[in-house]
Nanobody, 123 residues
Framework: QVQMVESGGGLVQAGGSLRLSCAASGRTFSNYHMGWFRQAPGKEREFVAAVRSGGQTYYADSVKGRFTISKNNAKNTVYLQMNSLKPEDTAVYYC?????????????????WGQGTQVTVSS
């Protein structure tokens, strides 16, 4: 069983930055494919970014050029650097993981989830 804990959320003004962290348990973190998703009130959970065990990265069009996902295997941690934040980025952000890659963009491709961290961007 993999446990993950997100941190780094908060309240920020539009145009500001935040860095989310997700610390994961497990001895084979380097083999994990990791993703970030977000869910706004009344909306479905949506893909934000992903990084495969080999380092390939994927981004939703809405965050491309503003967000950066990275993975530190020595610290068992995945990060989401969020710059130029917009009010529409407001959501609960979740990290997700799997050791069995089945694609990057859909929640059911991941086996383990964190509890989520709130990001609120004020206008």
């Amino acid at each position: 069983q993999v446990q993950m804990v997100e941190s780094g959320g908060g309240l920020v003004q539009a145009g500001g930055s935040l860095r989310l962290s997700c610390a994961a348990s497990g001895r084979t973190f380097s083999n994990y494919h990791m993703g970030w998703f977000r869910q706004a009130p009344g909306k479905e959970r949506e893909f934000v970014a992903a990084v495969r065990s080999g380092g390939q990265t994927y981004y939703a069009d809405s965050v491309k050029g503003r967000f950066t996902i990275s993975k530190n295997n020595a610290k068992n941690t995945v990060y989401l650097q969020m710059n130029s934040l917009k009010p529409e980025d407001t959501a609960v952000y979740y990290c997700a993981a799997t050791q069995n890659y089945r694609g990057s963009y859909f929640p059911n491709s991941y086996d383990y989830w964190g509890q989520g961290t709130q990001v609120t961007v004020s206008s």
